[in-house]
T-cell receptor, first 115, second 114 residues
Framework: AQSVSQHNHHVILSEAASLELGCNYS??????LFWYVQYPGQHLQLLLK??????LVKGIKGFEAEFIKSKFSFNLRKPSVQWSDTAEYFC?????????????FGQGTTLQVKP | KAGVTQTPRYLIKTRGQQVTLSCSPI?????VSWYQQTPGQGLQFLFE???????NKGNFPGRFSGRQFSNSRSEMNVSTLELGDSALYLC?????????????FGNGTRLTVT
């Protein structure tokens, strides 16, 4: 079955530290990839997406992610986190061949940034 | 531009009852998807609708059903509620078929079954 794995369940960082959240998926074909973020008390919102082209994609608020096809990975990075980045982060995959919008989500990573 | 609106925000029901949740997508969005979010299972896909047609259904029992109206608004229904149905139910909309455009999520309806 298709699945998405996020390696870190809970990450605690100090402000200005660098961030990398891991995401691996199990699907052999072409995929659309997403990172969503859920700030405390708010709805899920799109951070960035990859459909095709440059495997390094930039999103909002200084986040970026790199798609490495050979590793089935789509890791999220930010060079310097801020206290306001405290949130839950979800990686999601949609097999491009599915012709539907069904997203398979990872379990999520809770990021806590200490001021 | 108004976001995805879900009503009600909170709901408490008793085992065996049935419940209907409502979702109004962003204006102009034609695709609506539903997800169930629980601490144990995370976010799991329920259904996807586009132009009043169910395009895909997740691995949930037949007690879970949904529909989409001509104005793109959507409802989902859960009959014969079980304790395990307690969850946050999220609705998401997108402009076109969701595989081609990102999802915009609502705040969810938190259902508690006692």
């Amino acid at each position: 079955a298709q699945s998405v794995s996020q390696h870190n369940h809970h990450v605690i960082l100090s402000e200005a530290a660098s961030l990398e959240l891991g995401c691996n998926y199990s699907y052999g074909g072409t995929v659309n990839l997403f990172w969503y973020v859920q700030y405390p008390g708010q709805h899920l919102q799109l951070l960035l997406k990859y459909f095709s082209g440059d495997p390094l994609v930039k999103g909002i608020k200084g986040f970026e992610a790199e798609f490495i096809k050979s590793k089935f990975s789509f890791n999220l990075r930010k060079p310097s986190v801020q206290w306001s980045d405290t949130a839950e982060y979800f990686c999601a995959v949609n097999p491009a061949s599915s012709n539907t919008g069904k997203l398979i989500f990872g379990q999520g990573t809770t990021l806590q940034v200490k001021p | 531009k108004a976001g995805v609106t879900q009503t009600p925000r909170y709901l408490i029901k008793t085992r065996g009852q049935q419940v209907t949740l409502s979702c109004s997508p962003i204006s102009g969005h034609r695709s609506v998807s539903w997800y169930q979010q629980t601490p144990g299972q995370g976010l799991q896909f329920l259904f996807e609708y586009f132009s009043e047609t169910q395009r895909n259904k997740g691995n949930f029992p037949g007690r879970f059903s949904g529909r989409q109206f001509s104005n793109s608004r959507s409802e989902m229904n859960v009959s014969t509620l079980e304790l395990g149905d307690s969850a946050l139910y999220l609705c998401a909309s997108s402009k076109e078929m969701a595989y081609n455009s990102p999802l915009h999520f609502g705040n969810g309806t938190r259902l508690t079954v006692t």
